[in-house]
T-cell receptor
Framework: SQQGEEDPQALSIQEGENATMNCSYKTSINNLQWYRQNSGRGLVHLILIRSNEREKHSGRLRVTLDTSKKSSSLLITASRAADTASYFCATDGGGNNRLAFGKGNQVVVIP | SQTIHQWPATLVQPVGSPLSLECTVEGTSNPNLYWYRQAAGRGLQLLFYSVGIGQISSEVPQNLSASRPQDRQFILSSKKLLLSDSGFYLC???????????FGEGSRLTVL
């Protein structure tokens, strides 16, 4: 079964606001990754958080991981129109060469 | 630096026709390679992955097949396409130490 599952939201926000999206999963993981996909394009890796980490930052991105609740969140601060995209979480259970992707969260940033 | 190429970018095929999508990676050796399919507005479904030449693992039983004739070449094929094969196909390779995936630009297949 698919492990990473985002809250299936289509988020529409004004430029400059923060965007938060969540991801839940069902089994134990080695790490959790977030990807971004612009319309009609391939996915681009954003950030990876390991199971022993609780929070990680990369530029305007902040990822949290709560392994007790089997959930993660991605926060984009001070959003820009160029952040308009779909965002996917993916879980790595380790040892099986596979990443399981969620259904994605569509974010629209209005200039 | 590593690059991944995928083609064709767009394909319109009739039901029952064959399919061949090709993916090549440059700048890395012995990569793990993956084929994913993305239906409209949906997440990614892993179809096949390969850890080496001639080694293919299938995740979903279907009329698609994959082959890895060379270290950095991964091919997705079908002998007879179905309407349900329509979708966006993505090839990816995996970085060994970091575990992240690097995707190609995708191939959009429409079966009519």
């Amino acid at each position: 079964s698919q492990q990473g599952e985002e809250d299936p939201q289509a988020l529409s926000i004004q430029e400059g606001e923060n965007a938060t999206m969540n991801c839940s999963y069902k089994t134990s993981i080695n790490n959790l990754q977030w990807y971004r996909q612009n319309s009609g394009r391939g996915l681009v890796h954003l950030i990876l958080i390991r199971s022993n980490e609780r929070e990680k930052h990369s530029g305007r991105l902040r990822v949290t991981l709560d392994t007790s609740k089997k959930s993660s969140s991605l926060l984009i601060t001070a959003s820009r129109a160029a952040d308009t995209a779909s965002y996917f979480c993916a879980t790595d259970g380790g040892g099986n060469n596979r990443l399981a992707f969620g259904k994605g969260n569509q974010v629209v940033v209005i200039p | 630096s590593q690059t991944i190429h995928q083609w064709p970018a767009t394909l319109v095929q009739p039901v029952g026709s064959p399919l061949s999508l090709e993916c090549t990676v440059e700048g890395t050796s012995n990569p793990n390679l993956y084929w994913y399919r993305q239906a409209a507005g949906r997440g990614l479904q892993l179809l096949f992955y390969s850890v080496g030449i001639g080694q293919i693992s299938s995740e979903v039983p279907q009329n698609l097949s994959a082959s890895r004739p060379q270290d950095r070449q991964f091919i997705l094929s079908s002998k007879k396409l179905l309407l349900s094969d329509s979708g966006f196909y993505l090839c990816a390779w995996r970085a060994f130490y970091t575990g992240e995936l690097f995707f190609g630009e995708g191939s959009r297949l429409t079966v009519l």
